[in-house]
């Protein structure tokens, strides 16, 4: 069972350059994230789909962009890579129960560095 | 404006001590609260939760407890070991905002052998 894989774990960009990170999920989930984590300031949510074909901005979507065209994927992507872009971006899948109760499952991470 | 404040944002302990993590929040409509916790070069995993209809909830050697007429929660290690050295988010969530978890900014747990 893969859970959440995130590719690819490492890159390094120039400012300028565009890229995709690819986020899979192998859980059916039907909520997805992106997250950014620098030092010190936790985790900032970048944009979120709520099911296949749905995406909306989170608190930083400023220079990403992402699209859930099937349910088990959620593409993130950088159209224009800026130096403020360097950070590890995690992507998490979730369901949530009665209750409000729930659990997000997070891949490994893909750090990104902007030159 | 950060709706989930934690602290401390380090903490050490020596072996076999308590760690306790605290956090507030101001929006009364959260009911969901849980903790995660996070080791190097990974992502972040959840450890226990609670939701505000009891007072505190504990897994092992984890425990979560809550004041709801304050509006704090806090995580307790007991007998904390040199493997629970991580960082440790809280953070709290309500079905209205669509589910999304509003994030405490992390304590960074170290436990001395």
């Known amino acids: 069972n893969a859970g959440v894989t995130q590719t690819p774990k490492f890159r390094v960009l120039k400012t300028g350059q565009s890229m995709t990170l690819l986020c899979a999920q192998d859980?059916?989930?039907?909520?997805m994230y992106w997250y950014r984590q620098d030092p010190g300031m936790g985790l900032r949510l970048i944009h979120y789909s709520v099911g296949e074909g749905t995406t909306a901005k989170g608190e930083v979507p400023d220079g990403y962009n992402v699209s859930r065209l099937k349910k088990q994927n959620f593409l993130l992507g950088l159209e224009s890579a800026a130096p403020s872009q360097t950070s590890v971006y995690f992507c998490?899948?979730?369901?949530?129960?009665?209750?409000?109760?729930?659990?997000?499952?997070f891949g490994e991470g893909s750090r990104l560095t902007v030159l | 404006q950060q709706q989930v404040k934690q602290s401390p944002q380090s903490l050490i302990v020596q072996k076999g001590g308590i760690s306790i993590i605290n956090c507030a929040y101001e929006n009364t409509a959260f009911d969901y609260f849980p903790w995660y916790q996070q080791f190097p070069g990974k992502g972040p995993a959840l450890l226990i939760a609670?939701?505000?209809d009891v007072s505190e909830k504990k897994e092992g050697r984890f425990t979560i407890s809550f004041n709801k007429s304050a509006k704090q929660f806090s995580l307790h290690i007991m007998d904390s070991q040199p493997g629970d050295s991580a960082t440790y988010f809280c953070?709290?969530?309500?079905?209205?905002?669509?589910?999304?978890?509003?994030w405490g900014l992390g304590t960074s747990l170290a436990v001395n052998p």
């Open positions: 953070a709290a969530s309500s079905a209205g905002n669509n589910r999304k978890l509003i």
């Open positions: 998490a899948s979730s369901y949530w129960g009665q209750e409000n109760t729930g659990e997000l499952f």
């Open positions: 609670i939701r505000p």
């Open positions: 859980m059916n989930h039907e909520y």
